[in-house]
């Protein structure tokens, strides 16, 4: 079966950003945004990222000024991963080894991961495998929108990392309400008709406490828009990028488990202009790549085994 056959019929849900959230999580969004706050070494990432104009010097100066965040990098390029012959001591070397554009993703996905321990999480639910899930996004979303020139590829890398905010929010900090999701979702409802039984629409809650915090509105607009990107305003493409890049990461196993993601392809691809050929080859492109990727992904979330995925599943075909 070709497995986009399931991908031209686009998502039917509304994408007010007014639609109603759980009262007393509503209040404690705001609480959240309060408490909750990213650290100032990721605020000053997301404005490296968003600049065409950021160096590994950059990089480096934001990096040394969090122990942490050094500590968990220098361990990362002197792993096997990268097979070194001396042993890395300092950032700038570490950037060598690790490349430039891959540390960027890594080490904001470090200060998400700092922010949002997603190691506990209620039982029957893959914390893990929802931090996976948006690194892929992430990196795949950052390859389409250079390929496509669609987009800024920083911006994609970041709308990626931060498109299941929501998500987020709900397994680390309201583990009772994201338990009622699951008690319907075993019963036989989707994620999206079990949120909208509990008014807890993961897109909705992510664009709240984006604006809580302040965040860009480009990464507000793509969070609350990523799963019906022809309605998002202003960022249509980047939208778009992040709703394709969601739906191949699920198709190359890099999945929630408890979503299933379906999109008007047709619709997408000319939004970012871009050719079935020239996806197919792309789609061969993150295949080969892929694999080696997730090994810095999997030593960044504390060297645990690869979660388990349906490897090859994504097909390049379309007849």
Not at 20 to 39: A, E, F, H, T, Y
Not at 158 to 175: A, D, Q, R, T, Y
Not at 272 to 287: A, E, N, T, Y
Request: cysteine-free; hydrophobic content about 40%; overall charge negative.
């Amino acid at each position: 079966m070709n497995p986009f056959d399931t991908m031209e019929s686009g998502n039917a849900r509304s994408a007010s950003s007014d639609l109603p959230i759980d009262l007393q999580v509503q209040s404690r969004l705001v609480d959240i945004g309060r408490l909750v706050s990213l650290p100032n070494t990721t605020f000053r990432l997301l404005n490296l990222l968003m600049s065409e104009n950021t160096s590994a010097k950059d990089l480096q100066q934001v990096m040394e000024q969090d122990p942490g965040l050094t500590a968990k990098v220098i361990s990362l390029s002197n792993s096997s991963i990268y097979s070194v012959r001396n042993p890395v001591s300092t950032i700038d070397r570490a950037i060598t080894i690790i490349g430039f554009k891959e540390l960027e993703i890594i080490a904001l996905g470090i200060g998400l991961t700092e922010t949002f321990d997603l190691r506990k999480v209620p039982p029957g639910f893959d914390g893990r495998a929802l931090w996976l899930h948006s690194l892929a996004v992430s990196w795949i979303g950052r390859e389409l929108a250079v390929a496509t020139g669609a987009a800024d590829p920083g911006e994609a890398m970041i709308g990626g990392l931060l498109h299941e905010l929501g998500l987020i929010i709900l397994v680390s900090k309201f583990p009772i309400h994201f338990n009622q999701l699951l008690d319907l979702i075993n019963s036989g409802q989707t994620l999206q008709d079990a949120e909208t039984a509990l008014s807890l629409r993961h897109e909705i809650i992510g664009y709240h406490l984006a604006r809580n915090w302040g965040l860009p509105k480009v990464f507000q607009e793509v969070i609350l828009y990523h799963h019906f990107p022809q309605s998002s305003p202003v960022n249509t493409k980047l939208t778009s990028i992040i709703s394709l890049a969601d739906n191949l990461a699920h198709r190359s196993g890099y999945g929630i488990g408890i979503e299933s993601v379906s999109i008007d392809l047709p619709n997408i691809l000319g939004i970012l202009d871009l050719k079935i050929d020239k996806l197919q080859q792309l789609i061969k492109d993150i295949l080969t790549a892929i694999p080696k990727v997730e090994q810095m992904w999997t030593q960044l979330l504390n060297g645990s085994k690869p979660a388990q995925k349906a490897g090859g599943r994504l097909s390049t075909k379309f007849s």
